[in-house]
């Protein structure tokens, strides 16, 4: 049987990463995190001398990108060709390059086709994919769709202690340059159509983890 497919949005702080992994645990699907994807093509983009700001060279970078990431929710591994770069995708430098992959359209649409060959591939009873235009773009008719939201104090409260970071300040201001670049490219801060917004500035991880369950079980 087809692979259920559950797309699951939001921003930084939202918990969508967490909650997204331990959903996914608890029904004993794969979770694929598309922001890993983007962040490594960055990395690879970098490591061959180009600049992400450089359409052409996001380009030629997709033509012989070759990713391979875990779908298992408890190994968190991503390598590009045969290099390991579960690490090296989140230092500053590939982070702040991540937007100029964002932007190139031309790629998202060949990504978009790499997530869904992805999922439907893999060997599972269902697949958590989670990212920024899931919901809307990848998969808008997928049977689960969620939109992980949170108050922006609260998301940068929460994002500065996963960092270790002291300056909450600095850290929801880079969120907040971070949402308004992403916000160009594909509003995530927005339901659509048919997404149940999980709101979870007042849930705790475990209610968090429960509401996502409750959307995927009432739809399957
Ligand atoms: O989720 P994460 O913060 O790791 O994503 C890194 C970046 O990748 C985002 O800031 C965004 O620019 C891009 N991204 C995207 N579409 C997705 C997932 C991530 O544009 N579906």
Redesign the pocket.
């Known amino acids: 049987s087809e692979t259920f497919f559950v797309g699951i949005d939001g921003p930084?702080g939202s918990g969508k990463s967490s909650v997204s992994k331990e959903a996914a645990r608890r029904l004993g699907f794969g979770y694929l995190?598309?922001?890993?994807v983007?962040?490594a093509l960055a990395w690879f983009v970098l490591s061959r001398g180009g600049s992400t700001t450089d359409p052409a060279a996001v380009e030629s970078g997709f033509a012989d990108f070759e990713p391979s990431i875990s779908l298992d929710p408890d190994v968190r591994t991503i390598a590009v060709g045969e290099t390991d770069v579960t690490d090296a995708i989140r230092t500053p430098e590939t982070t702040a390059a991540?937007?100029g992959v964002?932007k190139t359209l031309s790629v998202r649409e060949k990504i978009n086709e790499l997530f869904r060959r992805i999922v439907a591939d893999a060997s599972l009873p269902g697949v958590i994919v989670e990212?920024?235009?899931?919901t809307t773009v990848v998969a808008p008719d997928a049977p689960a769709r969620i939109l992980l939201t949170a108050h922006p104090d609260v998301r940068a409260a929460r994002r500065s202690k996963e960092m270790g970071a002291d300056d909450v300040a600095a850290v929801a201001e880079a969120m907040r340059r971070?949402d308004a670049s992403?916000s160009t490219?594909?509003d995530f801060l927005n339901a659509a159509e048919g997404v149940t917004v999980v709101d979870t500035t007042h849930l705790n991880f475990d209610q968090s983890v429960d509401a996502v369950l409750a959307v995927v079980d009432e739809r399957r």
């Open positions: 930084a995190d598309t922001g890993s983007y962040r991540v937007a964002a990212g920024r235009d899931i971070r992403d490219v594909v």
